[in-house]
């Protein structure tokens, strides 16, 4: 069992920068992968990034590639979300996930997620 808890979400303007926490707990994450996605009102939960805990490799959505940062930090067993340059389309609810293994950008139905942190920004 792995428990997620995410925070540091709030109500920020256009090309304003937020960043978003997840701590982990409940097991060593070694092996898993760690990631961010997002679900917009009205609209399905999408993929925003990923990062394998053990080598730190990332990959991002289209979307936020080159705005939005993933890191990890073994010691504290958190992965953050750096969120730059934020858009009006930017505004969704953000949920932590873990899975073991090799991660996909579909959501994850083998992983474990967190109660989510809300993301508005306002143009």
């Known amino acids: 069992q792995v428990q997620l808890v995410e925070s540091g979400g709030g109500l920020v303007q256009a090309g304003d920068s937020l960043r978003l926490s997840c701590a982990a707990s409940?097991?060593?994450?070694?092996?898993?992968?760690m990631g961010w996605f997002r679900q917009a009102p009205g609209k399905e939960r999408e993929f925003v990034a990923t990062?394998?805990?053990?080598?730190?490799?990332?990959y991002y959505a289209d979307s936020v590639k080159g705005r939005f940062t993933i890191s990890r930090e073994n010691a504290k067993n958190t992965v953050d979300l750096q969120m730059n340059n934020l858009k009006p389309e930017d505004t969704a609810v953000y949920y932590c996930?873990?899975?073991?293994?090799?991660?996909?950008?579909?959501?994850?139905?083998?992983?474990?997620w967190g109660q989510g942190t809300k993301v508005t920004v306002s143009s």
């Open positions: 996930a873990a899975k073991p293994g090799v991660a996909t950008t579909t959501p994850w139905a083998n992983g474990y």
């Open positions: 990062i394998r805990w053990s080598t730190g490799i990332t």
């Open positions: 409940g097991r060593t994450l070694s092996g898993y992968s």
